[in-house]
């Protein structure tokens, strides 16, 4: 039995841009977490997650230069946060709370 092809269901790829002054960018889903770097007012980011009201967002080189770095070395450093291990530097993603973004779908071209 041959079936028609189907179209797969894809969804919209989509960007954060930062509409006021600055916006922070955490290591992970929370205010709590550690905080990478500062970016300034429009800034725009790819959108490559989602966690409740937290966005997960690809961050680029070009804001070691734009934003205010606070946690992004260079290299790859194990370390121990509150007894738990991890391996921080060069984060190739962060986390933005949705408040401090507008979030929307990435033009065509």
């Known amino acids: ?9 894809q969804e919209p790829a989509l960007e954060a841009r930062v509409p006021t002054s600055n916006a922070n960018v955490h290591d ?4 709590a977490s ?4 500062v970016v ?12 409740g009201e937290w966005v997960q967002v690809q961050l680029s080189p070009e804001l070691r230069e734009t934003g205010m770095v606070i ?4 290299g790859r450093h194990d370390i121990i946060r509150r007894g738990v291990p991890m ?8 986390w933005m709370h949705d408040s401090t973004v507008e979030i929307s779908e990435v033009a065509a071209q």
């Open 1 to 9: 039995m041959l079936l028609a092809p189907t179209a797969f269901s």
């Open 34 to 37: 550690g905080l990478l770097v």
């Open 28 to 31: 992970a889903p929370s205010t």
């Open 40 to 51: 300034p007012e429009g800034t725009v980011l790819p959108v490559i997650g989602r966690q």
């Open 71 to 74: 946690r992004w070395y260079e």
């Open 87 to 94: 391996t921080i530097g060069d984060e190739d993603s962060g």
